[in-house]
C-alpha cells in the first residue's frame, strides 16, 4: 500500500491545528475585551453589519436629543454620558482592519441653545455632535388666533407664560390631562417627536433612528443593540415595556384621538386616497412607498384600546415607515387640522401605534429593563465613573428652580 500521502496528510493536520488555536485565541481575547467593556459580542456584530450599510453609502442609526430650552444643557449631558458609557462608547475592528466609529448623536435645540451650552454636552462624549437649530411653533390655524390678540411668535416666544395663560383660558391648555397644566415646551415636544423631527433633512441618510429624552439615564450596560434588532427582525419600533400588556394613556390625555384617526383612516379606505408625495427627489432619502390603507389595517387600528402608547422617553424606530408619505400624511392631520396636542396632551407615545398599525403589518415590541436598563427623571445608583459625572450636574436643582419661578 503506498504511503506516500501520510506525511504530507499528517503536516497539514498540524499545521491546521495550529492555525485554529491562534484563531480561537483571537476570538477569546475579542470576547474577554469586550466584556471587560460591558459588552456582549453582538457589540461586534453591529459594526461589521454598519459597514455593509456603509458600503451602500448610507449610514446606519442615529442617537437623538431633544432641547426646548438652554436649562436642559447639564441634563442632556448627565443623559448623553451614560448613553456613551454603558452603550456608544467603543470603537470595534472589523473584518477589513478599520475602526467603525459609534453611532452619531444629534440634538436638536431651539435658537437659543447657544455654543456655550453645547461645550458643555459636547464633553459627554468624543463623538462630534451635531447640532440643528429648531424653532417651536403652532399650526397655522392656532397661530392665526394667536396673533389676533397680539400673541404674534416673536412676543410668545419669549414669553411662555402669557401664551400658556391665554391658552389656558381658551380651554386650549390644561386641565384635562393628569396634571393641571402642561409646559408649552413639553406640547411643542409632543409636535416634534410625532411629526415634525421626521421632516428634519438630517435623517434622510440613516436607516433607523433612536430617541432618547433629556431626563432618561441608563443604569448598565445594554444587552441589546436596538439598531441592530430592528435590522435583524425588520421591526418597524422598539419601546421599553415598562407598564407591563396593553398600556394605555388616561383618557383625558387622549380623548377623541383614536377617534379621529379612524374617522381619517376611513376616509382613506372609503375613497382609496393614496397619500400625496411628501418630499422631492433631492430630500426623499430611502422611504416607503405611498399607499391607501387596506382593510385589514384599518380594523387593527378600530380594535387599538382607548389610548393604547409605547413609552414615550425612548423609542427606536426604521426611518424608512416615519419619514413616509403614510405616517407623515396621518400625522399633520393629527398635529395641525387638530388641537388635541394643546387641548388634550396627546402625546407621541400614542400616535406612533395608531400610524403604525395602520399602514404596517411587521414587527413592533418592548424590551424589559432587563434587556434595556433605563432610569427616568432620575439618575441611577451606579458605579461608572460615568454615574458621578453625571450626579455631579445640577440639572434637576435647575430645572426644579424653573418651574417655581
Given at each position: 500500500?503506498?504511503?506516500?500521502?501520510?506525511?504530507?496528510?499528517?503536516?497539514?493536520?498540524?499545521?491546521?491545528?495550529?492555525?485554529?488555536?491562534?484563531?480561537?485565541?483571537?476570538?477569546?481575547?475579542?470576547?474577554?475585551?469586550?466584556?471587560?467593556?460591558?459588552?456582549?459580542?453582538?457589540?461586534?456584530?453591529?459594526?461589521?453589519?454598519?459597514?455593509?450599510?456603509?458600503?451602500?453609502?448610507?449610514?446606519?442609526?442615529?442617537?437623538?436629543?431633544?432641547?426646548?430650552?438652554?436649562?436642559?444643557?447639564d441634563e442632556v449631558r448627565s443623559s448623553m454620558l451614560l448613553v456613551d458609557h454603558f452603550f456608544n462608547k467603543k470603537e470595534v475592528p472589523v473584518e477589513n482592519g478599520e475602526n467603525l466609529k459609534p453611532y452619531d448623536y444629534i440634538v436638536f435645540h431651539t435658537p437659543d441653545v447657544k455654543e456655550e451650552h453645547?461645550?458643555?454636552?459636547?464633553?459627554?462624549?468624543?463623538?462630534?455632535?451635531?447640532?440643528?437649530t429648531w424653532e417651536m411653533n403652532f399650526p397655522v390655524a392656532i397661530q392665526k388666533r394667536l396673533d389676533q390678540v397680539g400673541l404674534t411668535k416673536s412676543v410668545w416666544t419669549s414669553n411662555h407664560r402669557r401664551l400658556s395663560r391665554w391658552l389656558h383660558t381658551n380651554k386650549?391648555?390644561?386641565?384635562?390631562?393628569?396634571?393641571?397644566?402642561?409646559?408649552?415646551?413639553?406640547?411643542?415636544?409632543?409636535?416634534?417627536?410625532?411629526?415634525?423631527?421626521?421632516?428634519?433633512?438630517?435623517?434622510?441618510?440613516?436607516?433607523?433612528?433612536?430617541?432618547?429624552?433629556?431626563?432618561?439615564?441608563?443604569?448598565?450596560?445594554?444587552?441589546?443593540d436596538p439598531f441592530l434588532e430592528l435590522e435583524e427582525q425588520n421591526a418597524t419600533f422598539i419601546w421599553r415595556d415598562v407598564y407591563g400588556p396593553n398600556p394605555r394613556d388616561p383618557e383625558s390625555c387622549v380623548r377623541n384621538m383614536k377617534k379621529f384617526t379612524v374617522e381619517y383612516f376611513q376616509k382613506?379606505?372609503?375613497?382609496?386616497?393614496?397619500?400625496?408625495?411628501?418630499?422631492?427627489?433631492?430630500?426623499?432619502?430611502?422611504?416607503?412607498?405611498?399607499?391607501?390603507?387596506?382593510?385589514?389595517?384599518?380594523?387593527?387600528?378600530?380594535?387599538?384600546?382607548?389610548?393604547?402608547?409605547?413609552?414615550?422617553?425612548?423609542?427606536?424606530?426604521?426611518?424608512?415607515?416615519?419619514?413616509?408619505?403614510?405616517?407623515?400624511s396621518m400625522a399633520r392631520t393629527l398635529n395641525d387640522d387638530y388641537d388635541g396636542i394643546y387641548r388634550n396632551r396627546w402625546g407621541d407615545q400614542a400616535m406612533y401605534p395608531l400610524g403604525v398599525f395602520g399602514y404596517e403589518h411587521s414587527i413592533v415590541y418592548g424590551w424589559r429593563d432587563n434587556e434595556l436598563s433605563m432610569w427616568h427623571k432620575e439618575i441611577p445608583p451606579c458605579d461608572a465613573d460615568a454615574c458621578e459625572l453625571a450626579r455631579e450636574t445640577p440639572w434637576k436643582d435647575i430645572r426644579e428652580g424653573r418651574k417655581k419661578n
Open positions: 500500500m503506498n504511503r506516500s500521502w501520510a506525511i504530507p496528510l499528517l503536516a497539514f493536520c498540524i499545521f491546521s491545528s495550529l492555525l485554529l488555536v491562534w484563531r480561537m485565541g483571537i476570538y477569546m481575547k475579542s470576547i474577554d475585551e469586550n466584556e471587560e467593556n460591558g459588552g456582549d459580542i453582538k457589540t461586534n456584530q453591529r459594526f461589521i453589519l454598519s459597514e455593509h450599510l456603509l458600503d451602500q453609502k448610507k449610514q446606519f442609526g442615529c442617537i437623538l436629543y431633544l432641547m426646548t430650552h438652554p436649562d436642559y444643557t453645547m461645550k458643555i454636552m459636547q464633553t459627554a462624549t468624543k463623538v462630534p455632535i451635531k447640532w440643528v386650549l391648555h390644561g386641565g384635562t390631562c393628569v396634571e393641571s397644566e402642561w409646559p408649552i415646551g413639553y406640547l411643542m415636544m409632543n409636535r416634534f417627536f410625532s411629526f415634525q423631527m421626521y421632516q428634519q433633512p438630517i435623517l434622510k441618510n440613516y436607516k433607523y433612528y433612536m430617541r432618547i429624552d433629556a431626563d432618561s439615564f441608563p443604569s448598565n450596560y445594554w444587552k441589546k382613506m379606505f372609503d375613497d382609496q386616497i393614496i397619500p400625496p408625495e411628501f418630499w422631492d427627489d433631492n430630500m426623499r432619502g430611502e422611504v416607503d412607498p405611498p399607499s391607501t390603507i387596506t382593510k385589514q389595517g384599518l380594523e387593527r387600528v378600530k380594535k387599538l384600546p382607548e389610548g393604547y402608547k409605547w413609552e414615550g422617553n425612548f423609542g427606536a424606530g426604521r426611518l424608512s415607515f416615519f419619514r413616509s408619505s403614510n405616517y407623515l
